[in-house]
């Protein structure tokens, strides 16, 4: 099992484990390239997948558009009078075969069926625009996760490892040593503004 944080890598293939499920007070609609509905967006997922990098509001109204092209009735979001409780985005962006989720529910309102509703929309249209399987990543940190990927017919197809570097801590005494070494080796390490100014004739 891979560490707590990490995220699983799982599959499931449309068509499988159908469901239709109603949720009292829910209301699920698409999601709407506006400033509000990428902040809730953010908003919810700040709390369902606290360990899920997210850009900001303004950020993602320029990413998701293209995230979502051609299959923008998957992007859904689940609301409890105003408030936003649930999300599901498909996309198709990097394979059409195979459709990517990402999405969560928040907290409070897990295991009322948002999810399994949410999914179940999201496959009907993943269907309709050709994918043959739905990919998503989740975290282990997040224990209400397995049980709902196993149980809506999700395969686990690879474990992934996430890890971050606090980059306000000072370099490892290791990484110094090896700094000193390179240097004094003659090897001068610049960046592509500072090459150009060096190599003048250089063509990227």
Not at 116 to 132: D, H, K, M, P, Y
Not at 162 to 191: F, H
């Amino acid at each position: 099992m891979a560490p707590s944080g990490s995220p699983a890598a799982i599959e499931r293939t449309s068509g499988e484990n159908e469901m239709s499920i109603c949720v009292p007070g829910i209301t699920i609609r698409n999601w709407r390239p506006c400033l509000e509905d990428a902040a809730a967006f953010v908003q919810l997922m700040e709390v369902a997948q606290p360990r899920h990098p997210l850009p900001s509001p303004e950020e993602l109204l320029i990413s998701f558009p293209k995230m979502i092209a051609g299959c923008e009735e998957g992007a859904l979001l689940a609301l409890a009078a105003d408030r936003v409780v649930g999300a599901l985005f498909l996309s198709t962006f990097q394979r059409k075969d195979v459709g990517r989720l990402i999405g969560g529910v928040h907290p409070d309102m897990r295991r009322l069926g948002i999810g399994s509703i949410l999914l179940e929309r999201v496959t009907q249209v993943a269907r309709e625009v050709g994918c043959e399987a739905l990919r998503v990543r989740w975290y282990l940190s997040n224990p209400d996760s397995e049980p709902f990927m196993n149980s809506a017919g999700f395969v686990e197809q690879d474990k992934v490892f996430w890890s971050q570097l606090d980059l306000g801590e000072p370099l490892k005494p290791w990484a110094v040593d090896k700094q000193a070494k390179v240097a004094r080796s003659g090897i001068r390490i610049v960046t592509g503004r500072e090459y150009e100014s060096i190599r003048p004739d250089w063509d990227r």
